[in-house]
């Protein structure tokens, strides 16, 4: 927190008043950690049972420090960068993309009397990296992750930004080698739209559940039929390419307006 709380923060966080949301909480713990006064303030809104207990606590984790090892070397997998942009296990989730993509592809290519394979699944390519990258179950430092105050919509928007960087290339580059036969726009387009659909969605439901929930309902609204009558839908045809753009925009307000639900342990 750049500004002081109010007494009235101070007094609901010493009460632990559950009407507080996490980040709220998080960020008053670390302002306290800089900030003689307010710790003064929360002192003399706690019980004397209460400050003998963190005196104790205090106390032991004091010794623990001192008879615990001495500090490692910090890596670059230790470092802010690689805990604010970088997810490591969304690696093998986008290599699966890029393999699913490269098989479409060739398909595609092979199956000329198909639509284009690599045009139907390109909106739903980000979303298995999105997913993972904000996900508890696949993230392995997930709680010390969203235990600080940086958490939140603004770290989930970095790692969206690094699955974009790296599937944004691979569809740009089937686009450019001809393998999709179709408008790049007409692929990346709708690929941001559908990102920002997963994150506004998954404000209300958890982005997991966003992912796999959309991925779920473009499949069957639109893939399946559109194989199964080798006919590109009107979604996928150039007129559609303002209508995406519009969408993503929206979406990406909508996102933005809903920020704060991204302080809650259920979004991941």
Known sequence: MTTHPTLNEIDRYADGDPGLDEATVWSIEVHL?????????????????????????????????????????????????????????????????????????????????????????????????????????????????VGTPSAGLTMLLRRTAVVLVLVIPVLAAFAALGASRANPALMLLPCLAFTAATLLLGSLVGVQRAAIGLMAAWAAAVVAPSLATAELPVLLQPAATGGWAVVTVVLAALTLLRANSFRRLTSF
Do not use: H, K, N
């Open 33 to 145: 950690e800089g900030c003689a006064d307010c710790r003064a303030r929360l002192a003399g809104s706690t019980t004397a049972e209460s400050r003998a207990l963190v005196a104790e606590v205090a106390a032991a984790v004091d010794r623990g420090i001192a008879a615990g090892p001495a500090p490692r070397s910090r890596s670059f997998f230790r470092t802010p960068l690689r805990q604010r942009w970088f997810v490591t296990a969304l690696l093998p989730w986008v290599a699966m993309t890029a393999g699913v993509l490269g098989s479409a592809a060739l398909l595609t290519y092979f199956l000329s009397e198909l639509p284009s394979i690599v045009l139907l699944l390109a909106p739903l390519a980000p979303l298995p990296g999105v997913a993972a990258a904000w996900s508890r179950r696949v993230d392995p430092a997930w709680e010390l992750i």
